[in-house]
């Protein structure tokens, strides 16, 4: 095939975006990537780095379902891959409970009277189940009963998100949780022997015990990456965003925040903040999709990073915090994912993870406000004594997930039909798509638009990546060669 005529602009340098950079440049496409970042590529799954400390934004796993996904990771770091076990708790009521469930240690902590509560409320929930639930309080409560919905699930949900339960589209519940009920997760915790299903059967990925980690984060997956990609020929133009793109006599022109006009692109692959680059689209898209993108919703989030001396260390790889007393929402060790991630032996580095609105007070506060309040917090919890803290340092994260109110599927269903117009455009990614994506799930929607640029016409459809929700809680790793979400071929 001939590829002269095909030149692609990627926005984005994450791993939708460079997953595609670089398969293009294996297939010999030009390819320019365009990232505002100044310094660092991967998006939210880059790792940041203060006095020798690395940090990852959020935690990270590497495990996909996908073989096509599992070897892309294996092709750019093979070696620099650890297996690294997989161990989270929840503290509620000052008790620290095993994630997933462990039935007897649940039943000692919570106290046979609620524990009998809970079972009650969980048998009503599955004789009386609320109809065609269509908001998270009433799917996980149909999963587990009103009574352990509001211990284990609502004040950490609350936090993350800033909105009430039953605002939170049940659409959220069923990708991030599906499979997993109170019968299963005891289930798992009294034959955790068994755990290893029969060929054909379903693991439910929450229960996964271990997940492989670059050994010094995330960033580093997606630095090589880029690196490679380099050398393959692929342009990476860093502190450089993207004011708009404008498709004109068939092929697309960029215009980068410095005052440039780049053009001549046969494809444009956008992992940019839909309700940003609507927009900012030329010719106009039609105004019910500039007013649905002006309406989706973002989740902001801000980490405080403390450098601690490794007194009383806990080794879970994160904690969620279901205690509505404190700010923070979810704590992560990472020692525990990777000892690389700390220089030195006789430290430890945790990160307390804010959820927050971007302008909102937590947000604007002062970065030694916010390294006092971890400090506070993490006390009362229990974690470490606040003498043991060194030092701190603060990393802020705006649209960190893409918000899953009642309204966004029908915003997001405007603005499909419309980009249908603008051929050689495609939206990859989490904040591309406005879709809760893995990883995974975003380097997968990246490897169907290449292979429809190869192709040269629209074989995979990219919105079906993830459609499928269970995938990703469900299977072994590299279980599965099909597409990630059963993307199958569209009908031509």
Known sequence: ?????????????????????????????????????????????????????????????????????????????????????????????????????VAMEALFKLGVFESILCVLSYLQSKAFPIKNPQNFEDWVTNQFGKRLFNIFFKTYTEKVWGI?????????????????????????????????????????????????????????????????????????????????IEKTDGTWQVH???????????????????????????????????????????????????ICRDKDAFTDNWIYIHDPSVQVGRIQNFKSWSPFMVPDPTMACYGLEYFCFEGDGLWDSSDDALIALGKKEIAQIGLTDPSSVLDGYVVRQPKAYPVYDHEYKDHLANIREDLEAYSGLSLI????????????????????????????????????????AEYHEGGDRGAENKLVGRAVPKKI
């Open 1 to 101: 095939m001939d590829f002269r005529m095909k030149k692609v602009a990627i926005i984005g340098a994450g791993p939708a975006g460079l997953t595609a950079a670089y398969l293009l440049g294996k297939s010999g496409i030009p390819v320019q990537v365009f990232e505002k970042d100044p310094t660092y590529v991967g998006g939210i799954s880059r790792t940041e780095s203060y006095k020798g400390y690395h940090f990852d934004i959020g935690g990270h796993r590497f495990f996909s379902k996908s073989q096509e996904v599992e070897d892309f990771w294996t092709e750019i770091l093979g070696d620099e891959l650890l297996e690294r076990p997989r161990s989270s708790r929840i503290f509620y009521n000052k008790n620290f409970f095993s994630y997933p469930l």
């Open 164 to 244: 009430p339960c039953n605002q939170i589209s049940a659409d959220w519940a069923a990708q991030r949780i599906k499979g997993l009920s109170l019968s299963s997760a005891i289930w798992n915790a009294l034959f955790s022997s068994q755990n290893k299903k029969k060929k054909g059967d379903a693991l439910i990925k929450t229960l996964i015990d271990s997940f492989r980690y670059p050994k010094t984060g995330p960033g580093r997956m997606w630095e090589v990456c880029a690196e490679k990609s380099k050398a393959m020929g692929v342009e990476i133009i860093m502190n450089t965003g993207v004011q708009k």
């Open 256 to 306: 980068t925040s410095d005052g440039k006009k780049v053009g001549d692109f046969s494809h444009v692959l956008s992992t940019a903040p839909m309700r940003e680059l609507i927009p900012n689209i030329l010719p106009q898209m039609p105004s019910k999709s500039l007013v649905a993108a002006s309406k989706l919703a973002y989740r902001d989030f801000l980490t405080v990073v403390l």
């Open 429 to 468: 990614g989490r904040n591309g798509m406005h879709k809760y994506n893995n990883q995974d799930h975003s380097m997968m929607t990246a490897m169907l638009a290449v292979k429809n640029i190869v192709a040269g016409k629209e074989v995979y459809n990219l919105w079906d990546v993830n459609e499928d």
